[in-house]
């Protein structure tokens, strides 16, 4: 292969190809920026990663679902029909190769964005321009003449999709908003990226649910005192625009611990306005609300 690659790596696979339920095959998956190969001693199978319309991870066939464990579903198409590849390795390795996966797919996309199509509540007369999208780690760039915006995956509040974007009525879009932390206001943004193909959209989204899902388990393994629990639901309620030596019933030191406590575990952040919840303080609140008010 003259391409270069940029992973190598042994598990097991099985290919959808609407045949006979089958069982995994041990092999060799190479990927490069163009293109993955699921290779046996015996057969292989070349996906283009121009065909590449989804990726799940943990998310496999029911009919061999028995057979895997860290597992990463590649959907493709394939001569007008729709197939999937299921791949298997041990979790790190799958996760490492999942990063890379959807840098291959989306770094360099071409896509029209309005940025920012929101401030907060106020909806900005922004012109629609080209742009080209950049993944690193869980944060997106895109880069268009009118300069260079980016987000946090963890800064993300709301994932939406448009069939609009400037004058085009089928445009599918992503509509992405997020707490700007670039600025000392921590005010929300919303941006509006579409991709020239709606594929990369779904990727695009997909990639974000994937890194918010994983976010969410991050956040389920974060141990709260009731003192910080109480915090967190009071930021929620108030904006941050509290007293805390009230809330705790304790001195100026206890407080202080506690605050510094859960900015710590990246609950809460400070900025010029006051004190906010980050993104992983809001999923806490929203999701363990009920133990949060216990």
């Known amino acids: 292969m003259s391409e270069d690659v940029v992973a190598d790596f042994t598990g097991r696979f099985f290919r959808n190809h609407g045949e006979s ?3 995994p095959t041990s092999g060799r998956i190479i990927m490069t920026k163009r293109r993955l190969v699921l290779a046996t001693n015996d057969d292989k199978t070349t996906i283009p990663l121009s065909t590449v319309i989804d990726v799940n991870v943990g998310t496999v066939p029911s009919h061999v679902k028995q057979f895997f464990d860290d597992t990463v579903t590649i959907g493709y198409k394939d001569d007008g029909q729709t197939r999937s590849a ?3 390795s041990t979790g790190e390795t799958v996760d490492t190769f999942v990063a890379i996966l959807f840098r291959c797919l989306l770094n360099g996309r071409k896509a029209a964005v309005k940025h920012p199509a929101r401030v907060g509540g106020r909806v900005k007369d922004t012109p629609v321009v080209p742009g080209k999208i950049r993944i690193k780690n869980r944060r997106i760039e895109v880069a268009s003449k009118r300069g260079t915006f980016s987000f946090d995956v963890e800064t993300v509040m709301r994932i939406e999709r448009s069939n609009k ?3 085009s009525a089928d445009r599918v879009t992503l509509v992405v908003k997020y707490i700007d932390t670039d600025t000392d206001a921590g005010l929300t943004k ?22 918010l899902d994983e976010l969410r388990e991050e956040v389920a393994d974060i141990e709260l005192t009731n003192p910080e629990k109480r915090v967190l639901v009071g930021i929620h309620a108030t904006g941050g625009d ?11 030191a206890y407080v202080t611990n ?14 010029a ?10 999923i806490v609140v929203s999701e363990r609300i009920e133990d949060v008010n216990a």
């Open 165 to 167: 974007l400037g004058e």
């Open 258 to 271: 506690v605050l510094n406590s859960v900015q710590n575990k990246d609950l809460v952040l400070e900025n």
């Open 21 to 23: 339920p089958g069982t």
């Open 242 to 252: 509290i007293d805390f030596t009230n809330m705790l019933d304790g001195d100026p």
């Open 86 to 88: 299921v791949i298997e």
């Open 190 to 211: 919303t941006s509006l990226i579409s991709p020239v193909k709606s594929q990369y959209v779904n990727l695009l989204g997909r990639f974000l649910r994937l890194e």
């Open 273 to 282: 306005s006051g004190l906010s919840l980050t993104s992983k303080g809001r």
